[in-house]
């Protein structure tokens, strides 16, 4: 992450985020970029049908382990006219869940670190699929998202001109946007 730029304000408190902290990690990354490198760890278990569960526990960050204060799980399935029991958000809809929050955190800490207050802030997302990709009735037809949109509503103190640079910020610096937005790496294989 660069360094946000303006306001080191020490002490203080902007959207949440201790500002003081956020600038004493990135001087922390600077100096030692090895504690920067983390490693996210999520287990899944099928359930039934399209339900399953996928547990997170600990992640490795700053040359070592850490736990959660508590596990999470996370139950994914399909609605009904999918062939689901509608259990849980299904797995595309948390994809839109993962880049809304990730957005949504970057545009905050990113504002906090200009000193810009946000007093609130919404979005929506959709996202078009064609299902004749993951049926495997076409190959011509992508298997995923065609096209994502999100709409960013925020009221904070700046001026319109401002809110649109902050709105930027988060699709600038967002790592669940980078990585839908290029080719990254996936590796499936059988653990054996």
């Known amino acids: 992450m660069s360094q946000p730029t303006e306001t080191k ?38 359930q039934n049908g399209g339900h399953n569960r996928t547990t997170i526990k600990n992640f490795y960050g700053t040359q070592q382990d850490h736990d959660h204060k508590q596990p999470f799980r996370l139950d994914a399935d399909e609605p009904p006219i999918l062939l689901g029991e509608d259990k849980g958000p299904n797995p595309v809809e948390y994809a839109l869940t993962a880049l809304a929050a990730c957005v949504t955190t970057s545009i905050v800490y990113h504002a906090a670190a200009k000193g810009i207050t946000i007093h609130a802030m919404e979005s929506r997302l959709e996202g078009d699929i064609d299902l004749q990709g993951f049926l495997g009735i076409s190959d011509d037809v992508p298997r995923g998202y065609k096209e994502i949109r999100m709409f960013v509503n925020i009221e904070a103190d700046a001026p319109a001109e401002q809110l649109e640079e902050i709105v930027k910020l988060g699709p600038s610096y967002s790592p669940v946007f980078d990585t839908i937005t290029r080719a990254v790496p996936v590796m499936v294989k059988l653990d054996k």
Do not use: H, Y
């Open 9 to 46: 304000e020490k002490n203080k408190e902007v959207n949440g985020v201790n500002v003081e902290e956020l600038f004493g990690t990135i001087d922390a990354v600077k100096k030692a970029p090895v504690i920067a490198t983390f490693k996210f760890r999520a287990s899944n278990q099928w």
